[in-house]
Each structure stands twice: as C-alpha cells, then as structure tokens.
C-alpha cells in the first residue's frame, strides 16, 4: 500500500516542492466524450513529474538526446540518506561522516570520534 504524506500549514513552497522532486508526481488522466454508445472524442494525458535521480530510481524512460555523461548528472546519482532529525537528503557518506549541514545532527560515531579528539 502506498504511503500517504501529509503537508502542515507551515511547509514553505521549498519543502513542497523538494518532496515532490523527491517522490515524483504522476498524473494520469482518460477523457471520453460519448453520445449514443458512439465515441466522438478520446484524450490520454500521461504526465510525470520528479528529480533526475528519482526517474532513473523508477525506470522512466528520458527523451532521446538526454546527456547522462554530465557532472551534474553524475552527482545526482550519488547515493543520498534523509538526515533523522530533519528529514533533508544529504550525501550518505557526508552525513555519517561530518553530520547534517542543514540542522546539525551528528550521529553516534561522530560524537564519539569528537570526544576521542578532545
């Protein structure tokens, strides 16, 4: 079953806008106009929204020409965790080694490694 996310009032845009890329976003819609059992219109619309690193997690498929040499590309596809405290993704070998940039969450190891050093 998939799971549900819910937003708080106090989510800023870039929040939402980060857990949409995260996640991704797909929408799919069939609309059909009928008169008499006879179809006179038929519209599929099949759009996706999501990061890079989230499509190529998904196996989306990307358009003919798309460069996947890029350094930028190559620095999506690094191996990523969610800090625990504050939810922000971060490189995983960062994080574990040096602790989260945005709120300054250290785990055990690094905590332990500080009071070795003192």
Known sequence: MAQVATMNRSDSLADIVDRVLDKGLVINADISISIVGTELLNIKIRAALASFETAAKYGMEFPS??????????????????????????????????????????????????????
């Open 65 to 118: 020409g798309t460069n996947l040499n890029m350094p930028a590309w190559k620095k999506a596809m690094e191996e990523k965790e969610s800090c625990p405290k504050c939810g922000k993704r971060h490189l995983t070998q960062s994080l574990m080694e040096t602790g989260c940039p945005w709120c300054g969450w250290a785990g055990a190891g690094i905590k332990n490694m500080t009071e070795a050093v003192r």
